[in-house]
Nanobody, 113 residues
Framework: VQLQASGGGLVQAGGSLRLSCVAS????????LAWYRQAPGKQREWVAS???????DYADSVKDRATVSRDNAKNTIYLQMNNLKPEDTAVYYC????????WGQGTQVTVSS
């Protein structure tokens, strides 16, 4: 299993980013998927998820600012983040729901105030 996130960067508060994560080695279309993040000095936390039927769910901290989606043809999950806040600064990862797979490469998001 390989999970490789990309699209992070340095943005000012109020800005937007679109993160992508390509998964290989899994039956992508048969898995519920999720985004997680880990801020410096903190535990990794769940951010958003999208099921195989397209149902989405969000952590309260990002609700109304984030949109998770998936493209089964590309084995890719996306996270659109708007109105970014300094507290969104973290390394972002994708995985299956319930952290089903081994962790892959994350992508750093840094939001400056």
């Amino acid at each position: 299993v390989q999970l490789q996130a990309s699209g992070g960067g340095l943005v000012q508060a109020g800005g937007s980013l679109r993160l992508s994560c390509v998964a290989s080695g899994i039956f992508f279309s048969l898995n519920d998927l999720a985004w997680y993040r880990q801020a410096p000095g903190k535990q990794r936390e769940w951010v958003a998820s999208v099921t195989i039927t397209g149902h989405t769910d969000y952590a309260d901290s990002v609700k109304d600012r984030a949109t998770v989606s998936r493209d089964n043809a590309k084995n890719t999950i996306y996270l659109q983040m708007n109105n970014l806040k300094p507290e969104d600064t973290a390394v972002y990862y994708c995985n299956g729901i319930y952290e089903k797979f081994s962790w892959g490469q994350g992508t750093q998001v840094t939001v400056s105030s």
